[in-house]
């Protein structure tokens, strides 16, 4: 038997539900903030992700899906959605009108990790990017958004971590003072540190590898660095963070891995997903459309990882899952062919209906109607044809109502919708 590819997953009726919901919640936040769908190819050429993410990353370095397509040009399957939403928002001139967009997307991303648990190869993010606001209220507007969903969707023990970058004009100084830490401890870093000390020192501060962590733990921090620009904009992240009452905690190790970013940075972590910690993580990006190729334009966003949402979320598939409204047990050539046309019917007006079609016992008809969860049961047979009347079941309390058959399809609204 065939079996799916390693890393990648199935996603069932019985979780789909849930994955709906997470859906709709998200949806209706992100349309009440303003932001608007937008919905973008999963592959992309392949010098978009390196320009957009930078060559010493993991995910270009080591975990991208690239391929020659037949005539030779190199493709790539997503990593992520900020690179192309860029592309998109450049391509199509989307700030001649207005440089100020809002965007959101869902989407699934590919990445060739290590899989485990909370870590696929195909995984799926919510994304939202704010285009052209310099002003970091825009970053706090994101977070209390995250917060928000988070809690709307029930999601125990999260807490907003933030940080800032510093700009190109603050970080270069940040940068040397961390290198020449680095060059102190350099014995007890990994190989990728090291490599990373000397081409994109800020990295190193996001290894994950315990003993990096802990070589790390007098480094320098940012905030010792940041010009009087940087400064001002990470008070007024915090003061409208309290304004707005959205706990958080600062921390110096929160580096994004892209080179794009500067200023604001933030993660959601939650305790309940053990070592994959961060079900979301974004910050700003105010070079990126320039760097590829756009006007000067500021902007923002963040992703969440909806698979680790799905896992943590206090929301529960079963109460989302549509059951039928009615199953109508038919018994007997004659009325198992009207009760077909009466599903049918009932289907159309918005009435969930099924039957069995091979004839089954009522026994069995019943049993399978339990099973499905119908609310109500319908049964059909020569007698209730001959009688013009049959009895309708209430599967939860078992009181049973007569029907006529004449005018079926409105006696039984007016039992369902009672
Ligand atoms: P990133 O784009 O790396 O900032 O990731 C944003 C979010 O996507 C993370 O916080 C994770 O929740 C999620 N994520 C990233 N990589 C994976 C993966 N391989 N599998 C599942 N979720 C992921």
């Known amino acids: 038997m065939i079996q799916l590819i390693r890393g990648f997953k199935d996603?069932?009726?019985?979780?789909?539900?849930?994955?709906?919901?997470?859906?709709?919640?998200?949806?209706?936040?992100?349309?009440?903030?303003?932001f608007k769908e937008i919905r973008i190819p999963i592959m992309e050429r392949t010098e978009l992700f390196k320009r957009s993410i930078g060559e010493d990353t993991d995910i270009v370095e080591k975990e991208m899906y690239t391929f020659p397509d037949r005539k030779g040009d190199l493709i790539t399957l997503r990593p992520e959605a900020t690179a192309s939403i860029v592309r998109a928002y450049i391509q199509h001139k989307l700030f001649a009108k207005d440089p100020v967009q809002k965007f959101y997307l869902l989407g699934p991303m590919f990445r060739r990790e290590r899989p485990q648990k909370g870590?696929?190869?195909?995984?799926?993010?919510?994304?939202?990017?704010?285009?052209?606001?310099?002003?970091?209220?825009?970053?706090?507007?994101?977070?209390?958004?995250?917060?928000?969903?988070?809690?709307?969707?029930?999601?125990?023990?999260i807490s907003a971590h933030i940080n800032t970058l510093g700009c190109p004009k603050c970080r270069p100084g940040f940068k040397s003072a961390l290198q020449a830490m680095l060059m102190t401890v350099s014995d007890n870093l990994c190989s990728n540190c090291i490599r990373r000390r000397d081409r994109n020192p800020l990295r190193v501060l996001d290894c994950k590898v315990p003993a990096c962590r802990q070589a790390l733990k007098d480094a320098p921090s940012i905030l010792d660095h940041l010009c009087s620009?940087?400064?001002?904009?990470?008070?007024?992240?915090?003061?409208?963070?309290?304004?707005?009452?959205?706990?958080?905690?600062?921390?110096?190790?929160?580096?994004?891995?892209?080179?794009?970013?500067?200023?604001?940075?933030?993660?959601?972590?939650?305790?309940?997903?053990?070592?994959?910690?961060?079900?979301?993580?974004?910050?700003?990006?105010?070079?990126?459309?320039?760097e590829l190729g756009g006007p000067q334009i500021p902007a923002t966003g963040f992703a969440i990882g909806f698979d680790r949402l799905a896992e943590i979320s206090g929301l529960q598939t079963s109460d989302y899952e549509?059951?039928?409204?009615?199953?109508?047990?038919?018994?007997?050539?004659?009325?198992?062919?009207?009760?077909?046309?009466?599903?049918?019917?009932?289907?159309?007006?918005?009435?969930?209906?099924e039957m069995d079609f091979s004839d089954k016992s009522l026994k069995s008809q019943m049993k399978r109607a339990d099973r499905l969860g119908a609310s109500y049961v319908l049964i059909l047979g020569d007698k209730e044809l001959d009688e013009g009347k049959a009895l309708v079941r209430n599967m939860a309390t078992k009181e049973q109502t007569s029907v006529s058959l004449n005018n079926i399809l409105e006696n039984l609204k007016k039992v369902i919708y009672r």
């Open 11 to 34: 996603i069932l009726p019985g979780e789909v539900e849930l994955w709906q919901q997470i859906e709709k919640v998200a949806r209706q936040l992100f349309d009440d903030f303003g």
């Open 119 to 157: 870590r696929y190869r195909q995984f799926y993010q919510i994304d939202a990017e704010i285009f052209g606001v310099a002003s970091p209220l825009v970053d706090v507007q994101l977070i209390l958004m995250l917060v928000t969903l988070f809690n709307r969707l029930q999601v125990p023990d």
């Open 229 to 290: 620009e940087c400064q001002a904009d990470f008070t007024e992240v915090r003061n409208s963070l309290d304004k707005l009452k959205v706990p958080y905690v600062i921390d110096k190790r929160l580096v994004r891995g892209l080179d794009y970013y500067a200023r604001t940075t933030f993660e959601i972590q939650t305790g309940s997903l053990g070592a994959q910690s961060a079900v979301a993580g974004g910050g700003r990006y105010d070079g990126l459309v320039k």
């Open 322 to 353: 549509r059951k039928p409204d009615i199953y109508l047990a038919a018994l007997g050539e004659k009325s198992q062919s009207l009760a077909f046309e009466w599903i049918c019917q009932l289907g159309l007006a918005g009435i969930g209906a």
